[in-house]
């Protein structure tokens, strides 16, 4: 699989006996947010997780949602641009699946996801580092490093992340006081939580339930 990114120049030498051939597809890629009831697109150029050359294994299913997506484009039928673009994002994601499962460190990230498990059913208790390195016997320095190749996040940030995810809904129930929410899920002290709340979601539980339950 070649990845080709934008303004970058290009070659390629293709042998005349066993020419070369392949499906391709064009597209834009941007990272969108969502703030203050507004739609943000990050000027920056970014790039998806792929390397950009990249040797898939055991491909049938790529190659499959591959070339439906081509046969779509081509076919122009009606919603052809909606299904492609449906198609599109399933096919991005049947190659990360691909390379996951045939990487390496696939039994590591067996282990990552073992570790986001726990952390879901445990999401009102307090989680120590060596007890999820325990869990899946793996040091805790290994483990941090990991954790963090795999999800972007530290542990700590990953765990508080779905902490926060938990308490909004929780929130917007309307039927538990932030104190309440906090002590839910595991926070001692509910200043403690506010910030770890603001610091991830850019505004403070009070204003979230202000902005969400009574539309302020």
Same mark, same amino acid.
């Given at each position: 699989?070649?990845?080709? !990114?934008?303004?970058?120049?290009?070659?390629? /030498?293709?042998?005349?006996?066993?020419?070369? !051939?392949? +499906?391709?597809?064009?597209? @834009?890629?941007?990272?969108?947010?969502?703030? &203050? =009831?507004?739609?943000?697109?990050?000027?920056?150029?970014?790039?998806?997780?792929?390397?950009?050359? #990249?040797?898939?294994? =055991?491909?049938?299913?790529?190659?499959?949602?591959?070339?439906?997506?081509? =046969?779509?484009?081509?076919?122009?039928?009606? &919603?052809?641009? +909606?299904?492609?673009?449906? %198609?599109?994002?399933?096919?991005?994601?049947?190659?990360? #699946? &691909?390379?996951?499962?045939?990487?390496?460190?696939?039994?590591?990230?067996?282990?990552?996801?073992?570790?986001? *498990?726990?952390?879901? #059913?445990?999401?009102?208790?307090?989680?120590?580092?060596?007890? %999820? @390195?325990?869990?899946? !016997?793996? @040091?805790?320095?290994?483990?941090?490093?990991?954790?963090?190749?795999?999800?972007?996040?530290?542990?700590?940030?990953?765990?508080?992340?779905?902490?926060?995810?938990?308490?909004?809904?929780?929130?917007? =129930?309307?039927?538990?006081?932030?104190? *309440?929410?906090?002590?839910?899920?595991?926070?001692?002290? /509910? +200043?403690?939580?506010?910030?770890?709340?603001?610091?991830?979601?850019?505004?403070?539980?009070? *204003?979230?339930?202000?902005?969400?339950?009574?539309?302020?």
């Amino acid at each position: 699989m070649l990845y080709l !990114c934008p303004n970058i120049p290009y070659s390629i /030498e293709i042998d005349s006996v066993e020419p070369i !051939c392949f +499906f391709s597809v064009h597209f @834009s890629y941007a990272t969108v947010g969502f703030d &203050n =009831d507004k739609w943000d697109i990050s000027e920056e150029v970014d790039t998806l997780p792929f390397d950009f050359v #990249q040797n898939l294994k =055991d491909y049938y299913v790529v190659n499959n949602v591959f070339k439906k997506l081509v =046969d779509n484009w081509m076919s122009k039928l009606p &919603n052809y641009e +909606f299904i492609a673009k449906t %198609l599109f994002q399933e096919l991005v994601f049947e190659i990360f #699946q &691909n390379i996951k499962n045939n990487n390496n460190n696939y039994s590591a990230s067996l282990k990552v996801d073992k570790v986001i *498990e726990y952390m879901s #059913q445990n999401i009102d208790n307090k989680i120590t580092l060596t007890e %999820l @390195s325990e869990l899946v !016997c793996l @040091s805790p320095a290994y483990l941090s490093r990991v954790f963090k190749e795999t999800t972007g996040y530290s542990v700590i940030e990953f765990f508080n992340k779905i902490k926060v995810d938990k308490a909004k809904g929780l929130i917007i =129930d309307g039927d538990k006081k932030i104190k *309440e929410v906090a002590k839910t899920l595991g926070f001692t002290d /509910e +200043f403690y939580f506010s910030r770890i709340f603001k610091k991830i979601e850019g505004i403070s539980p009070l *204003e979230f339930y202000h902005k969400n339950v009574h539309g302020e």
